[in-house]
């Protein structure tokens, strides 16, 4: 018999007013961006609420240029909702990027330069530390 999540969210006290925090900054999100051109609401989002200051996140620094530019505007749209923002501040975050990896170089390996470090080998000490790395590279030519 297990209990839904919910149930313990909602006993908790700070996660009970956790859950209330984020679903304010989930309702204030939903009129910030009725009061944005649609090209400019899906580029931000309300990030948090502190005291009387709305902050909003944003990936773009012109997205951000242009939301403070708006912002008087939002901060009306909003009063009209009935909340008391007094500031809007807008912050540039930056995506975490991570460039994909570059496809391995496939290198072959003559046949002549195949049968010369076979030969090499050959003519090493078998103790010979070279001889058992041309001896592995020998090996994994002929598998790869």
Same mark, same amino acid.
């Given at each position: 018999?297990?209990?839904?999540?919910?149930? *313990?969210?909602?006993?908790?006290?700070?996660?009970?007013?956790?859950?209330? $925090?984020?679903?304010?900054?989930?309702? /204030?999100?939903?009129?910030?961006?009725?009061?944005? !051109?649609?090209?400019?609401? @899906?580029?931000? +989002?309300?990030?948090?609420?502190?005291? @009387?200051?709305?902050?909003? $996140?944003?990936?773009?620094?012109?997205?951000?240029?242009?939301?403070?530019?708006?912002?008087?505007? /939002?901060?009306?749209?909003?009063?009209?909702?009935?909340?008391?923002?007094?500031?809007?501040?807008?912050?540039?975050?930056?995506?975490? *990027?991570? !460039?994909?990896? !570059?496809? !391995?170089?496939?290198? +072959?390996?003559?046949?002549?330069?195949?049968?010369?470090?076979?030969?090499?080998?050959?003519?090493?000490?078998? @103790?010979?530390?070279?001889?058992?790395?041309?001896?592995?590279?020998?090996?994994?030519?002929?598998?790869?």
């Amino acid at each position: 018999m297990s209990t839904p999540l919910r149930s *313990y969210i909602g006993q908790a006290d700070p996660l009970t007013r956790l859950r209330e $925090h984020a679903d304010r900054l989930l309702r /204030i999100d939903a009129m910030v961006r009725r009061s944005l !051109p649609a090209h400019l609401a @899906d580029s931000c +989002h309300v990030a948090n609420l502190k005291q @009387d200051t709305l902050v909003m $996140h944003t990936d773009s620094g012109a997205v951000a240029a242009k939301l403070r530019q708006l912002a008087p505007g /939002i901060l009306r749209a909003l009063h009209t909702e009935g909340l008391l923002i007094a500031e809007i501040k807008v912050r540039v975050t930056v995506a975490d *990027y991570r !460039p994909e990896a !570059p496809a !391995p170089v496939v290198r +072959h390996v003559s046949a002549p330069a195949f049968d010369a470090m076979t030969e090499l080998a050959s003519t090493l000490p078998k @103790d010979s530390p070279l001889r058992a790395a041309l001896g592995r590279f020998v090996k994994h030519s002929r598998s790869g």
